[in-house]
Nanobody
Framework: QVQLVESGGGLVQPGGSLRLSCAAS????????LGWYRQAPGKQRELVAT??????????DSGKGRFTISRDNAKNTVYTVYLQMSSLKPEDTAVYYC??????????WGQGIQVTVSS
C-alpha cells in the first residue's frame, strides 16, 4: 500500500510562484514513477511532470519551461516530490494530482489540491 499526501496549493496572483509537495509513504519501493498531473475545469487530466522509473524527469507540455520537478528520496520511509511553479498564469488554475505508478496496470492518485491563479 502506498499513501500520497499533497500540500502547498492555494491562491496566487498571476506571475507568482507556488511549490507543491507530494509525500509518498508505505510501500515506496514499489513506486515506478512519481509525479504530478493536473485537471482544469472542463478539460482532461494532463501530465505536468514526473520522475520516471530510471530517475529521469519527464515534462508534459503544461510543465515545460516554468515548472520544475525535484525530489527527496533519501529517506527509507518517505519519498517526496516537489513541483516548483513559477510565472504562474490564470490558465494554470487546476486541481493538481500526485500520481504514483505501481505497475503497468496500477496507478495511485492523491486526493488532489487546488491551485488558483487570479488577481
Amino acid at each position: 500500500q502506498v499513501q500520497l499526501v499533497e500540500s502547498g496549493g492555494g491562491l496566487v496572483q498571476p506571475g507568482g510562484s507556488l511549490r507543491l509537495s507530494c509525500a509518498a509513504s508505505g510501500s515506496i519501493l514499489s513506486i515506478l514513477s512519481l509525479g504530478w498531473y493536473r485537471q482544469a475545469p472542463g478539460k482532461q487530466r494532463e501530465l505536468v511532470a514526473t520522475f520516471t522509473t530510471g530517475g529521469s524527469t519527464m515534462y508534459g507540455d503544461s510543465g515545460k519551461g516554468r515548472f520544475t520537478i525535484s525530489r527527496d528520496n533519501a529517506k527509507n520511509t518517505v519519498y517526496t516530490v516537489y513541483l516548483q511553479m513559477s510565472s504562474l498564469k490564470p490558465e494554470d488554475t487546476a486541481v493538481y494530482y500526485c500520481n504514483a505508478r505501481l505497475s503497468l496496470t496500477t496507478v495511485k492518485w492523491g486526493q488532489g489540491i487546488q491551485v488558483t491563479v487570479s488577481s
